[in-house]
């Protein structure tokens, strides 16, 4: 299962394209900020992969990882952002489970990057 | 010549040093207290209940250039000043009150130094006197300005890094998403999907006009001065309302507006147009659903110094939890916030401009009431 965690329907709708262009044949779930996630994973989800905006309203991408790292079973989170900020580049150093930082628009080749495709 | 170096090095414990002695005066006769004086980097100037000078320490003399053949106190320190230390010396005598007292001393020559005064009366073998206290607190004073400069610079600092960060990803965000599109509709067919692609380019590129447009509210807000002209509410608020007429949900929101009858107010009729509008629209934007009746009181009533706004909805409201932040730089409180959250912050900008206050009084799901209060900026 793989969330896509972004308030932004444009991204969301490119995002779900992409991968249905590379036939991705996973199950996605949208969500729109990091207080939905924390719902769906008490509710027993456990996705594979994350891709994980930052900027959001109520949870926003940093809030939420600052509770999801203690968790067990903890997904590959990718952080797909338009913040080419160097204090968001520096900060997703500090959580393990970030395995990459990718900054917007993405495309076909950022989708491969993340998957292994 | 104004004797400052002397006056500068003044410690806190003269202070005490001075009270000390005066109160053992009072209490054991001490039988001079000008020795000590001397020896103080503070001025000290007593008189009798006449207003007579009695005595003056050498840290005085130097400082006001007196010498000892000059008796007249109003010689001495200036009429103006020699006023302003009498009334001081009546209120001492009067209400046997120690009061402190900022001056500003211009000497002859022209130096401008400003003076903290100390008063005080003091009774001796039955005598009643007054000690004028006088300390050079021009730097300090000048410090302490230094640092409320210093912190006011530190805050808008951290403003603007955080206005530069988020502007950048907020204009960033919709440019993204164009490209992002024109890569996915590059190899689409569908012909129905291209066109819902089109539309959301059309959303992308209003969007970021739309955050421009705000962004230059808010620079307007804050470099261009006010613009004072009575403000006529009524074609005001038709005119808002005139804008907010093509607002998603608009037509489902009742709205009805009250303004008293002369009303004298002026006020900066472009920003209060920005205030309005942003508030009136907020009100629509988070009505409920189409199945309530949704309403939105606008009532706007005279007030002795200026005028007071309450603006009254039964929307969604706002959670205890987040209300003292909905003012905020760049805060969204909403899930259907899809904007910059700036809008608010905008309005209490604004509103500080003008002078004016602004409250939020609100229940999650049932009102929001935001009440403002603007002076008027001009004599009735």
């Given at each position: 299962?793989?969330?896509?965690?972004?308030d932004?329907?444009?991204?969301?709708?490119?995002?779900?394209?992409?991968?249905?262009?590379?036939?991705?044949?996973?199950?996605?779930?949208?969500?729109?900020?990091g207080?939905?996630?924390?719902?769906?994973?008490?509710?027993?989800?456990?996705?594979?992969?994350?891709?994980?905006?930052?900027?959001?309203?109520?949870?926003?991408g940093?809030?939420?990882?600052?509770?999801?790292?203690n968790?067990?079973?903890?997904?590959?989170?990718?952080i797909?952002?338009?913040?080419s900020?160097?204090?968001?580049?520096?900060?997703?150093?500090?959580?393990?489970?970030?395995?990459?930082?990718?900054?917007?628009?993405?495309?076909?080749?950022?989708?491969?990057?993340?998957?292994?495709? | 010549?104004?004797?400052?170096?002397e006056?500068?090095?003044?410690?806190?414990?003269?202070?005490?040093?001075v009270?000390?002695?005066?109160?053992?005066?009072?209490?054991?006769?001490m039988?001079?207290?000008?020795?000590?004086?001397?020896?103080?980097?503070?001025?000290?100037?007593?008189?009798?209940?006449?207003?007579?000078?009695?005595?003056?320490?050498?840290?005085?003399?130097?400082?006001?250039?007196?010498?000892?053949?000059?008796?007249?106190?109003?010689?001495?320190?200036?009429?103006?000043?020699y006023s302003?230390?009498r009334?001081?010396?009546?209120?001492?005598?009067?209400l046997?009150?120690?009061?402190?007292?900022?001056?500003?001393?211009?000497?002859?020559?022209?130096?401008?130094?400003l003076?903290?005064?100390?008063?005080?009366?003091?009774?001796?073998n039955?005598?009643?006197y007054?000690?004028?206290?006088?300390?050079?607190?021009?730097?300090?004073?000048?410090?302490q300005?230094?640092?409320?400069?210093?912190?006011?610079?530190?805050?808008?600092?951290?403003?603007?890094?955080q206005?530069?960060?988020?502007?950048?990803?907020?204009?960033?965000?919709?440019?993204?998403?164009?490209?992002?599109?024109?890569?996915?509709?590059?190899?689409?067919?569908?012909?129905?999907?291209l066109?819902?692609?089109?539309?959301l380019?059309e959303?992308?590129?209003?969007?970021?006009?739309?955050?421009?447009?705000?962004?230059?509210?808010?620079t307007?807000?804050?470099?261009?001065?006010?613009?004072?002209?009575?403000?006529?509410?009524?074609?005001?608020?038709?005119?808002?309302?005139?804008?907010?007429?093509?607002?998603?949900?608009?037509?489902?929101?009742?709205?009805s507006?009250?303004?008293?009858?002369?009303?004298?107010?002026?006020?900066?009729?472009?920003?209060?147009?920005?205030?309005?509008k942003?508030?009136?629209?907020?009100?629509?934007?988070?009505?409920?659903?189409?199945?309530?009746?949704s309403?939105?009181?606008?009532?706007i009533?005279?007030e002795?110094?200026?005028?007071?706004?309450?603006?009254?909805?039964?929307?969604?409201?706002?959670p205890?939890?987040?209300?003292?932040?909905?003012?905020?730089?760049?805060?969204?409180?909403?899930?259907?916030?899809?904007g910059?959250g700036?809008?608010?912050?905008?309005?209490?900008?604004?509103?500080?401009?003008?002078?004016?206050?602004?409250?939020?009084?609100?229940?999650?799901?049932l009102?929001t009431?935001?009440?403002?209060?603007?002076?008027?900026?001009?004599?009735?």
């Amino acid at each position: 299962m793989i969330f896509i965690v972004d308030d932004d329907p444009v991204h969301n709708l490119i995002t779900t394209q992409l991968l249905n262009n590379v036939q991705f044949n996973e199950e996605v779930v949208i969500f729109n900020n990091g207080k939905e996630v924390l719902g769906s994973i008490a509710q027993g989800n456990l996705p594979r992969v994350i891709l994980l905006d930052i900027n959001m309203p109520i949870m926003n991408g940093w809030e939420f990882l600052e509770v999801y790292h203690n968790f067990k079973n903890m997904a590959e989170v990718y952080i797909l952002t338009s913040s080419s900020n160097h204090i968001d580049l520096e900060r997703a150093d500090e959580f393990e489970c970030i395995r990459g930082y990718y900054t917007k628009p993405i495309n076909k080749e950022t989708i491969k990057s993340i998957f292994g495709l | 010549m104004v004797g400052t170096a002397e006056v500068n090095f003044v410690v806190i414990s003269n202070i005490f040093l001075v009270q000390n002695t005066l109160d053992s005066a009072k209490n054991s006769k001490m039988p001079s207290l000008s020795k000590v004086f001397e020896s103080l980097s503070l001025s000290i100037l007593i008189t009798d209940e006449k207003f007579e000078v009695v005595y003056t320490n050498n840290s005085f003399n130097n400082f006001f250039d007196g010498n000892e053949k000059e008796i007249e106190l109003k010689n001495i320190v200036g009429n103006k000043f020699y006023s302003e230390l009498r009334s001081f010396a009546n209120e001492a005598f009067n209400l046997d009150l120690v009061s402190e007292h900022d001056l500003n001393y211009t000497s002859l020559e022209g130096d401008s130094v400003l003076l903290n005064v100390r008063v005080q009366q003091y009774e001796e073998n039955k005598n009643t006197y007054v000690i004028f206290i006088f300390k050079d607190v021009s730097q300090t004073r000048v410090n302490q300005k230094i640092k409320a400069y210093k912190e006011s610079l530190d805050k808008m600092n951290i403003e603007l890094d955080q206005f530069v960060y988020k502007t950048a990803h907020d204009l960033r965000a919709p440019l993204t998403n164009l490209i992002g599109l024109i890569g996915i509709m590059r190899n689409e067919t569908d012909l129905e999907l291209l066109s819902t692609y089109f539309d959301l380019q059309e959303k992308s590129v209003s969007k970021m006009d739309d955050f421009i447009q705000k962004i230059t509210a808010y620079t307007k807000n804050t470099r261009l001065p006010l613009l004072v002209h009575k403000i006529d509410f009524k074609s005001l608020i038709d005119s808002v309302l005139n804008d907010l007429m093509y607002y998603d949900k608009s037509e489902f929101v009742k709205k009805s507006v009250h303004i008293s009858k002369d009303l004298n107010f002026y006020s900066d009729k472009e920003r209060l147009e920005i205030v309005l509008k942003k508030l009136l629209a907020n009100a629509i934007k988070f009505s409920k659903s189409k199945d309530n009746i949704s309403t939105l009181n606008l009532n706007i009533s005279g007030e002795e110094t200026g005028c007071r706004i309450v603006l009254h909805d039964n929307g969604i409201g706002i959670p205890n939890a987040i209300q003292p932040k909905v003012f905020d730089m760049f805060y969204r409180g909403h899930a259907s916030a899809d904007g910059a959250g700036i809008g608010l912050y905008i309005v209490k900008e604004t509103i500080l401009k003008l002078g004016g206050t602004i409250s939020l009084n609100s229940e999650e799901g049932l009102f929001t009431e935001i009440t403002l209060f603007l002076p008027s900026l001009k004599e009735k």
